[in-house]
C-alpha cells in the first residue's frame, strides 16, 4: 500500500508542475480593491468590473490542516496561500469529478486516483510566508480538493497526516 500511495504522490505533483508549466506566471492577479483610488463616483463600467473580478481569498497552512473557505461562488477565483506553520507548505487544488473524497483518493493507486480528479494549481510556501504564486482559475460548480505532500521531518507527507481538505464551488 504504502507503494501505491508514493506513486501517487508523485503523479500529483508531476501533474501539479506540468500544470505550473502550461499556466505560466503572467503574475497578473490583482488584488481586491486595487486600482484608480480617490474618485467618489464610479461610472457603470467600473462598477461592473468590480462585481466580475476575481475572487480572493486565502488560505492558511499549519502543521498539518489548512484553513479554508467551506465554499466559493463559481468563476475566476484566486487562493492565496500562506504558511503559518514551522515546516515547509505546499497546497495542489483539485476538482474531484465523482463523489470520491481527498481521504479515499489518497488511498488509491495512482492511476485510479488520476481518473477522479482534475489539477487546478498549487502554491508553496516556506515557513511563516505567503506563497510563491497564488492559485487562479476559473472554477465551475463542484468539489474542490486540497492537499499538502511535502514530507514532515518522519519522511511521512503531511497529506498522510492530515494535511487535506475539500471545499464546495457553488453557482
Known amino acids: 500500500m504504502r507503494a501505491s500511495t508514493s506513486k501517487v504522490l508523485l ?11 502550461a499556466c505560466g506566471s503572467d503574475g497578473g492577479a490583482e488584488p ?13 463600467e467600473a462598477t461592473e468590473e468590480q462585481e466580475t473580478g476575481p475572487t480572493e481569498e486565502t488560505v492558511t497552512g499549519t502543521e498539518y490542516e489548512f484553513d479554508a473557505p467551506d ?16 515546516e515547509p507548505h505546499e497546497m495542489l487544488v483539485f476538482k474531484i469529478n465523482d463523489e ?21 494549481g498549487r502554491a508553496f510556501a516556506k515557513p511563516g510566508e505567503s506563497g510563491s504564486k497564488p492559485v487562479s482559475a476559473e472554477l465551475e460548480p463542484g468539489r474542490y480538493g486540497m492537499v499538502c ?16 481538505g475539500e471545499f464546495e464551488v457553488t453557482e
Open 11 to 21: 503523479a500529483l505533483m508531476a501533474a501539479a508542475a506540468l500544470l505550473g508549466a
Open 32 to 44: 481586491v480593491g486595487a486600482g484608480g483610488g480617490g474618485e467618489s463616483q464610479s461610472s457603470p
Open 71 to 86: 465554499t466559493l461562488a463559481a468563476g475566476e477565483v484566486t487562493l492565496n496561500f500562506e504558511n503559518a506553520g514551522k
Open 100 to 120: 470520491s473524497t481527498v481521504e479515499e483518493l489518497l488511498k488509491l493507486p495512482q492511476k485510479e486516483a488520476q481518473q477522479h480528479i482534475t489539477m487546478v
Open 149 to 164: 505532500f511535502v514530507p514532515a521531518p518522519d519522511k511521512e507527507p503531511h497529506a498522510f497526516k492530515g494535511m487535506f
